[in-house]
């Protein structure tokens, strides 16, 4: 449970303050609707998912068992990319997070200066993380029971001493609910109007989006699957009891957090001041806000350069024009100012609290002791958060790019990797500023498109696996919760495109990087052995491979005749009726595939031997297999082609892209690459 949901967990480090900045005084009843979509939505989804992808691949390779072809390649690719967005801002988020805790804790004023720096600190954090990783995966990893024991530990003392507050003082709840009851919600733009009941679940409702990061972690849990222990005798009850283990672990994790959650955010409004949780403050004069309206992050500057809309050129303003529209652009941000952080308790609700700077007197545990070891527990538990991201990352990534031929080799190394991340990592903090509220909007868009995606592949997959009328077919609980994700997704990228925006350059990172590494590595092989379509064909390859078979002759299925077919080439090569002739041919499958193991079968028709490929990648690289196969007990074949017109640079588009295309010289550079030795090179002729 504790490395499931670490990520999960750690969320109470900056969830209370995410949902009062969000839903204000209303933030209790918008967490149980949050707790009711987690407990009834997202448990039931991800305990389907963790059955039907055990090795930690989670909703992505459901769906790519559901999808075929470049299309399906390039839906993978950019869910990869959504799958990057979460792991990577769950990362660097908590880091920052952590550093905000560090910042504030009054002992941490004696450290060296510029470890003050939120950015600085960040980064810190950032790269003590990868150097953990350098050192070892299971190291890591051991460390989750501790780690979150503690923390659990921790937050259920100082929950139960609040509560224990609570109960002793029931006016502060009164206090409370009658605020909620008259209106007095602590929410700036109320975008509906009433006070009543169904307006409060209204805006429960509509505000639940802004809530989503109290959603995350399941996938980084699934992610992690791989390293949860399953006891049994062979790998399949191994495997099975993994399923059982982890499906426990789901929903232990999420009963617990929801408890923590629902008990947090009742805290967090009874006895914090509304002001120390705000992460806004108006600004005195319209000179200020003008100055302040400059001062943008890092993120903000890149995207308004990439994605500014483009404008026609207009002719120039007078004077007085201008005067006026400076007096309206002052008199706007007079009104509406950019925010800035004012709340001694935003996002640090809790650890507020366990430092004493309550206005309530609530527990004599609660000061800079028991405080500065919250803090500690908290950036603990932040920064181990961002270790199963980057387990997740391991774990995800060696799976689909090397596999696509999307990534270099290396890219399947674990080292390689955590150096590669790191530095992302780093990139990504700068961008954002090491602002915790700037990255949640990248890091909900991330989640929520994954979970999304996960609804999406279990209704399909259970909907195919039941009979009958689709009526009865139809899972219609898991369609109701596919819908509310796919709600909440839009929602956020409605009300937060920069979310999406930063999610598109890695998407775009990560295509580009694949379509470039796919390229550079279309030469390789790519052979990882033949299947055999019965045991006859098995057994004639056998035979074959001690024979002397010299000339080996490509033939496209559905073209000339076999006898008309030999006869030419016989004829334009100069071959005597006594030089033995197998011919090739080949079916191309799946093109987007790049390792491929094709189904041979070997068949004799008027006396000819043909070797017949079925569920084939690239022709090329079959027949250059099938050369180099024969190279390796007799003497290497020659393999001949007929001449052909097509244009060269059409030609290497179709190879990539479609797995054929200027075929002889594919099939050259093939052999070229794959045996040094020429003595051993089968030989191509082209005539």
Not at 146 to 157: D, E, K
Not at 380 to 386: C, H, M, T
């Amino acid at each position: 449970m504790c490395l499931t949901g670490v990520d999960y967990f750690s969320t109470l480090g900056y969830q209370p303050s995410i949902a009062f900045e969000a839903t204000g005084r209303l933030s209790p009843l918008a967490t149980l609707f949050l707790v009711f979509v987690t407990l009834a939505g997202a448990v039931p989804i991800y305990r389907y998912v963790a059955e039907s992808s055990p090795h930690g691949q989670g909703s992505i390779a459901m769906l790519e068992r559901l999808v075929h072809g470049w299309g399906g390649k390039l839906l993978i690719l950019v869910l990869l990319g959504f799958a990057a967005t979460d792991f990577v801002i769950t990362k660097t988020l908590s880091a920052a997070d952590a550093a905000e805790h560090l910042i504030h804790n009054p002992l941490w004023h004696r450290s060296p200066q510029f470890l003050h720096s939120q950015m600085t600190l960040t980064m810190v954090l950032l790269v003590m993380l990868g150097a953990a990783f350098m050192r070892g995966f299971a190291e890591v990893i051991g460390l989750a029971v501790g780690i979150v024991a503690v923390y659990l530990g921790l937050n259920l003392i100082l929950i139960f001493e609040c509560l224990r507050h609570l109960v002793l003082h029931p006016d502060l709840v009164t206090n409370w609910f009658h605020s909620v009851a008259s209106g007095d919600w602590c929410i700036q733009h109320v975008p509906v109007q009433g006070t009543g009941w169904g307006t409060i679940f209204l805006l429960c409702l509509l505000f639940f989006p802004k809530l989503a990061l109290g959603l995350s972690g399941f996938e980084t849990g699934i992610a992690v699957m791989p390293l949860v222990k399953g006891d049994g005798d062979t790998p399949q009850a191994q495997l099975a009891d993994r399923i059982k283990g982890t499906r426990k672990l789901l929903l232990t994790a999420a009963i617990i957090m929801s408890c923590f959650l629902v008990c947090s955010s009742i805290v967090t409004v009874t006895l914090i001041p509304s002001e120390e949780l705000s992460t806004a403050s108006t600004h005195s004069t319209p000179e200020e806000a003008l100055q302040k309206s400059t001062v943008t992050s890092q993120f903000d500057r890149i995207v308004n350069s990439l994605w500014g809309k483009p404008h026609s050129p207009s002719p120039p303003l007078s004077a007085t024009e201008v005067d006026q529209l400076e007096q309206q652009l002052r008199e706007r941000l007079a009104q509406q100012v950019p925010t800035a952080a004012a709340g001694k308790a935003a996002n640090r609700a809790l650890a507020y609290i366990a430092h004493g700077q309550s206005p309530h007197a609530i527990s004599p545990v609660f000061g800079k002791v028991f405080g500065t070891i919250y803090d500690i527990s908290t950036v603990v538990i932040l920064w181990f958060a961002g270790a199963s991201a980057m387990a997740g990352l391991l774990n995800l990534v060696p799976q689909y790019l090397p596999r696509y031929g999307m990534a270099p080799e290396w890219a399947a190394a674990t080292r390689p990797l955590v150096v590669l991340f790191t530095l992302i990592n780093l990139v990504v903090t700068w961008v954002f500023d090491a602002d915790v509220l700037a990255q949640g909007a990248a890091y909900a868009t991330g989640v929520l498109v994954l979970m999304s995606s996960a609804a999406t592949a279990t209704v399909i997959e259970v909907y195919r696996k039941r009979t009958g009328s689709w009526i009865k077919r139809w899972p219609w609980g898991y369609s109701l919760i596919g819908v509310l994700f796919l709600y909440t997704t839009i929602a956020v990228i409605i009300e937060r495109p920069g979310g999406m925006k930063i999610a598109s350059f890695f998407i775009l990172a990560v295509i580009v990087s694949s379509i470039w590494s796919r390229t550079v590595r279309s030469t390789e092989l790519r052979f990882t052995g033949f299947r055999y379509k019965n045991d006859e064909s098995h057994f004639l390859w056998d035979s074959m491979r001690h024979l002397e078979f010299p000339i080996l002759v490509p033939h496209r299925p559905g073209g000339r005749d076999l006898e008309e077919k030999e006869q030419s080439i016989r004829q334009e090569h100069h071959l005597t009726p006594d030089d033995p002739i197998v011919f090739i041919e080949v079916e191309r499958g799946d093109v987007s595939e790049f390792y491929q193991s094709p189904e041979l079968e070997v068949t004799q028709e008027g006396g000819r031997i043909i070797l017949r490929f079925g569920k084939v990648a690239s022709i090329p690289h079959v027949i250059a297999a099938v050369g180099l196969e024969l190279s390796k007990t007799g003497r290497p074949p020659e393999i001949h082609f007929g001449w052909s017109n097509e244009s060269p640079l059409a030609a290497n588009f179709s190879f990539v892209l479609f797995g054929e295309g200027n075929v002889p010289w594919m099939v050259r550079e093939l052999v070229r690459k794959a045996e040094p030795d020429l003595a051993k090179q089968p030989r191509v002729v082209v005539g």
